[in-house]
């Protein structure tokens, strides 16, 4: 059995890495049959991770997994910086918000430091260090458990702070997003503190590239009912654009 589970475990992060895979090939790296190699890749499918293909195996793109912030700042890079400028335009001076963690928040959070008299909660110590010492800024952290890929804190600590206060604004990042699922990310305990900043939160604007509409993760954080604008870049599909403002919500491409 440890042989099977030590397998498979090989053969998703193969898939993962590469996209996709051969029966042949796996059949041969791993020394067993291919009558073998099948039954593993029928489990993968069987959990919504592959589509199963003529004598191989592709990666569901709809499905997310849980990459570490390392591997997202290389992602889209120019089009989080564009919209993490779009999104620093709408903090005004006296503001309180909250910056959800995430590699399109901290790009937020690097140009708030001129703002003025501003209140500003984060589940991220990367955002917090950032922004350690800025003069005009009020900087509160929700305290938890810390989570190394993503440098988030999450738990009934963080969610305690979070109940104490009320917010002007929340800038949410996610991991996946459709009109079926509503917005997700990979682990339940940031999904749960995710969904306390919208209930915490006067106005919620959602900040993510278009890369991750239409897919999403493990972990249900909201339907899209709370979200007043979605800051994304150009590359948003015209289904995703219009779906958006059939539910009333404003979409702005940067």
Same mark, same amino acid.
């Given at each position: 059995m440890k042989s099977t589970v030590d397998r498979r475990d090989k053969i998703i992060q193969k898939?993962?890495? !590469? @996209?996709s895979v051969r029966v042949d090939e796996l059949s041969e790296e791993f020394d067993v049959s291919t009558v073998t190699i099948r039954n593993d890749l029928d489990f993968f499918e069987e959990k919504g991770l592959i589509h199963r293909t003529y004598g191989g195996a592709l990666l569901r793109n709809n499905v997310y997994n849980d990459p570490s912030l390392e591997e997202k700042q290389k992602i889209n $890079? !120019? !089009?989080k910086k564009r919209i993490g400028e779009y999104a620093a335009g709408l903090v005004s001076d006296g503001d309180s918000i909250i910056l959800d963690s995430g590699t399109t928040t901290r790009e937020i959070a690097l140009r708030l430091k001129e703002k003025k008299d501003l209140t500003l909660m984060t589940n991220a110590i990367n955002i917090a260090v950032e922004l350690a010492g800025v003069s005009g800024m009020r900087l509160m952290l929700?305290? @938890? $458990?810390?989570?190394?890929?993503s440098y988030s804190l999450v738990g009934p600590e963080a969610e305690r702070m979070m109940e104490n206060y009320y917010f002007d604004k929340l800038f949410l990042g996610v991991d996946g997003m459709n009109f079926d699922h509503g917005l997700t990310t990979p682990n339940p305990q940031e999904a749960q503190l995710n969904r306390m900043m919208v209930e915490r939160s006067n106005t919620v604007i959602l900040v993510s590239d278009s890369s991750k509409f239409g897919r999403h993760s493990f972990s249900y954080i909201c339907g899209l009912e709370p979200i007043e604008t979605v800051i994304t870049d150009t590359k948003i599909s015209s289904e995703f654009e219009e779906g958006f403002k059939e539910r009333d919500i404003e979409v702005v491409k940067v």
């Open positions: 898939i993962q890495s !590469e @996209g $890079v !120019e !089009e929700t305290g @938890g $458990v810390l989570r190394d890929k």
